[in-house]
């Protein structure tokens, strides 16, 4: 692919209008949502979408997540169950994706759904994001801005670490606070939990009044591309350490003695907010060997530790 030059534009008007402008032009412009950088293209337009693929290097064509500014819009797009419009309600905007029945009159490009009949939509809350959507006025598919099997992208430096020269622009809207992707519940039936993510599940069985069933291997079932060694520093991950061993740089997680502290008072929220930042920093310090501290699995440590989990399964593919 020929490089191109990847402008890095401020999150002002002038700098959303020219994003909303590369949109238009069918051009690829990452962007901050509160989860992690999305890299986003025109959802209504093929050749864009298909950029998106070939900037990321994703080996197959996995379906993508479409942003929208409000529940409203995403109605256009999408079948909402009852359950469905409950969610919405309650968590957008937010970190949560719903998979819902496509609609035939939605206008999404082919590519976005990867030949499924169903549809990843979401409302971000980060008003970068939504000041984009509104001013672009379409949908915006966007999956996470980094290359495929790497770490996803929390600052607009690891958008550029990753990404530059593949894509038009990037916002720049500071680091994601939440720090892990969206959680992504299917509801095409009743609704089953895909991924774990920046939502807890106790906020959804709060709202659904249950737990919502899980995907096979702890909720990752019918998401295409969610390849084991998906989130992927360079180095490899050894998890649940309470020891370190030679050679290994300990990431901690409360009251313990290491370089790097997801949370030295243990909160779970700061540490999924630290979580892929730590990753890229390993990266950048070179470390071969990563021991990592326990994780409860409650609230944000289910979608930590699924992350962890990827982090250290075996690579089959770069
Ligand atoms: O927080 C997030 O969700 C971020 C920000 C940018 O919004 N996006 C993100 O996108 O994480 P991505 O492409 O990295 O992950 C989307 C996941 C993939 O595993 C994909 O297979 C799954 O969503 N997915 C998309 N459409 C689907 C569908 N129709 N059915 C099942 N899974 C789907
Ligand atoms: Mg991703």
């Known amino acids: 692919m020929t490089l191109k030059t990847t402008d890095i534009l ?13 949109l238009r032009a069918g051009g690829l412009v990452a962007f901050p949502t509160e989860t992690v950088y999305g890299l986003g293209a025109d959802a209504r337009d093929d050749r864009a979408v298909a950029q998106v693929f070939a900037a990321k290097g994703r080996p197959t064509f996995n379906p993508l997540i479409v942003h929208v500014a409000d529940l409203e819009t995403a109605q256009t797009l999408c079948d909402f169950s009852h359950e469905a419009r409950a969610l919405a309600q309650a968590f957008w905007p937010g970190a949560l994706t719903l998979v819902l029945p496509i609609r035939a009159d939605a206008g999404i490009a082919p590519l976005v759904i990867a030949g499924l009949s169903t549809l990843a939509v979401r409302v971000p809350d980060h008003p970068v994001a939504q000041a984009l959507l509104h001013e672009f006025g379409g949908p915006v598919a966007a999956p996470s801005a980094n290359p495929s099997g790497r770490i996803s992208p929390t600052s607009p430096d690891h ?9 038009d622009a990037v916002v720049d809207g500071g680091n994601c606070g939440v720090g892990v992707e ?5 509801c095409d039936g009743s609704p089953v939990l895909l991924r774990a993510g920046g939502l807890p599940r106790e906020a959804i069985a709060a709202c659904l009044g249950g737990d919502p069933a899980e995907g096979p291997d702890g909720g990752v079932l019918t998401a295409p591309g969610q390849m084991e060694s998906h989130y992927a520093p360079q180095g490899k991950v050894r998890l649940n350490a309470t020891d370190v061993h030679d050679g290994e740089v300990l990431l901690g997680f409360g009251p313990v003695d290491a370089p790097l502290n997801l949370s030295h008072s243990g909160d779970l929220v700061e540490a999924a907010a ?34 962890l989990a990827r982090a250290a399964a075996p690579r089959d593919q770069a």
């Open 274 to 307: 630290n979580l892929f930042a730590m990753l890229h920093e390993l990266d950048a310090m070179g470390a071969q060997r990563i021991a990592v501290s326990p994780i409860p699995m409650h609230g944000l440590g289910a979608a930590i530790n699924d992350r």
């Open 159 to 167: 958008v550029i670490a990753g990404l530059n020269g593949r894509i």
């Open 10 to 22: 401020a999150s002002d008007a002038a700098g959303i209008a020219a994003a909303a402008d590369v």
């Open 182 to 186: 969206s959680t992504i519940v299917g």
